[in-house]
């Protein structure tokens, strides 16, 4: 295969630097540093334009593996609970759609399924007694990462058996803030080395759902086993989508039987462009399921880029006293956070020592955890994070037993410090560990999104209802932010 050097630095670009790219990507490796240049102009597509369209349509149900999907968005509900009258309370709510926290990330393919098809049953049920008409979105990785194809299989099925067959399924990964783009069918990561395609990322390599492929075409027929080949994914290249020629309307009327869209997206506006587009083709009868990252999921609901939380709200927000962060997340990023957090804020650091928990001295080391913690929050904030060296298991199947194993131990250690020491505030870091903390260890079934900590990453919450009504609580991804960014984030929560 043949590569190229592309510097992609200079005006438009999401990254900068060096990286050596194949030829067949297209512009990107075409053009180096100016492959802005030359595409279409930019489209105008301002947020009040879609939120104006929503007036009338279905409501978004948001299915999201983890926390980390409502980083981009403000003031809209989110549940940890699936129980009908839970998803009663979210759509009494005047927002044009909601968030529900399934976590199915970190469980096995059959839980995960079974899941989704409580949730999306409950859905339907709640929105049939209010007389509303739902859409739903599987919200998922803007690296790749998840349960795919099985769980919008699984919401086609259910779909299906509510008379109300899918007609396709629109891909769309793209995360903006985090210079997570899709052009020329290839999805690219921003890194510290420029634009980067997915397959060569580090999350490429996850344990449990990696993958080689970069162009999503070939990442569809990759994950579906062939079931769906190369050949079967429709791409709606930018220049269509920016262009004239009604190519995004006529792939949407023309979709049929499940096949797979996708769509090109460098800017948010191309994404409410198509948004606008599935509205209406969803007000002439078409029925998707949306596969997508954060980003699409703002546009849907007619939000824009928002400015992070002043610290004037902050100040409103937190208690007196320190915080507290739970650290899963075993990324590369997380982990120079976590150097840079150290060194700058120097935080109380007690370690989850992955060996004891997976070799059966989980609860003694928990008991050990907690009292550490519980102590040093009177004098400094305090870290509680999982060893570094991540440990494998002889399969993918192990390899997820042995994440929940952890994940549990260090949901359990902070419900218990929250309980000894009620912290200011809550920070979790890593997608499992957000959803974990959140439902076992903060109680917190019904929440606001209430905004960011930092431009369109880390959202903070307040809950509704629980144990944990006014504590904030702040989802954290683990593959997001620069070095500094945990700091960055710790440091405005403690008033520094």
Same mark, same amino acid.
């Given at each position: 295969m043949e590569l190229r050097s592309v510097a992609v630095v200079g005006s438009g670009s999401p990254g900068g630097g060096m990286a050596q790219v194949p030829a067949e990507y297209g512009v990107v490796a075409a053009r180096g540093a100016d492959w802005a240049d030359g595409l279409p102009v930019p489209l105008d597509v301002p947020p009040e334009r879609v939120a104006a369209a929503l007036a009338g349509a279905r409501r978004l149900v948001v299915l999201d593996d983890d926390p980390t999907g409502t980083q981009t968005v403000r003031d809209v509900p989110v549940l940890t609970r699936w129980g009908v009258d839970d998803i009663a309370w979210a759509l009494e709510q005047d927002t044009p759609?909601?968030?529900?926290? &399934?976590?199915?990330?970190?469980? @096995?393919?059959?839980?995960?399924?079974?899941?989704?098809?409580? !949730?999306?049953?409950?859905?339907? &049920?709640? !929105?049939?007694?209010?007389?509303?008409d739902l859409v739903f979105a599987s919200r998922s990785d803007s690296t790749l990462r998840g349960h795919f194809p099985l769980e919008t299989d699984v919401l086609s099925a259910v779909l299906a058996a509510h008379d109300e067959p899918v007609d396709g399924v629109l891909l769309s990964p793209a995360y903006i803030d985090a210079g997570r783009v899709t052009l020329d069918g290839v999805h690219w990561l921003r890194s510290p080395s420029g634009l980067t395609p997915a397959g060569e990322s580090e999350f490429a390599r996850d344990a449990t759902f990696g993958y080689r492929a970069s162009r999503l075409s070939d990442w569809v027929e990759e994950k579906t086993g062939g079931r769906i080949p190369r050949a079967g994914v429709r791409l709606v290249t930018l220049p269509e989508l920016r262009g004239s020629t009604g190519a995004l309307q006529q792939a949407l009327s023309s979709a049929r039987e499940g096949g797979v869209l996708v769509v090109d997206a460098v800017t948010d506006d191309d994404l409410r462009a198509t948004a606008l587009a599935v509205v209406e083709a969803e007000a002439a009868g078409i029925r998707l399921i949306y596969r997508v990252g954060p980003s699409f999921v703002r546009a849907r609901l007619g939000q824009g880029a928002h400015q992070p939380l002043t610290d004037s709200q902050l100040d409103e927000l937190t208690g007196d006293g320190h915080g507290l962060i739970a650290i899963g997340s075993h990324v590369g990023l997380t982990t120079r956070q976590l150097d840079r957090l150290a060194a700058r804020v120097d935080p109380a650091l007690i370690e989850v020592d992955v060996e004891r928990i997976v070799t059966g001295d989980a609860a003694s080391h928990v008991d050990?955890?907690?009292?550490?913690?519980?102590t040093a929050l009177s004098d400094a904030p305090v870290v509680v994070s999982t060893s570094r060296r991540l440990r494998l298991g002889a399969t993918a199947a192990d390899s997820l037993d042995v994440s929940r194993r952890v994940s549990a131990a260090l949901t359990e250690a902070v419900r218990r410090i929250v309980a000894a020491r009620r912290p200011a505030y809550v920070v979790a870091?890593?997608?499992?560990? @957000?959803?974990?903390?959140?439902?076992?260890?903060?109680?917190?079934?019904?929440?606001?999104?209430?905004? @960011?900590?930092?431009?369109?990453?880390?959202s903070l919450w307040q809950a509704e209802s629980g144990p944990s009504l006014g504590l904030p609580y702040v989802v954290f991804a683990g593959n997001v932010g620069d070095d500094d960014a945990l700091a960055d984030v710790v440091e405005r929560l403690e008033g520094r």
């Open positions: 759609g909601f968030f529900v926290l &399934t976590n199915t990330r970190s469980l @096995s393919p059959e839980d995960a399924a079974q899941r989704n098809r409580e !949730a999306a049953e409950a859905a339907l &049920t709640a !929105a049939a007694r209010a007389g509303v050990e955890v907690v009292a550490r913690a519980a870091k890593g997608g499992i560990t @957000s959803s974990d903390i959140a439902t076992h260890s903060l109680g917190i079934d019904r929440a606001m999104v209430r905004g @960011s900590l930092l431009p369109g990453i880390v």
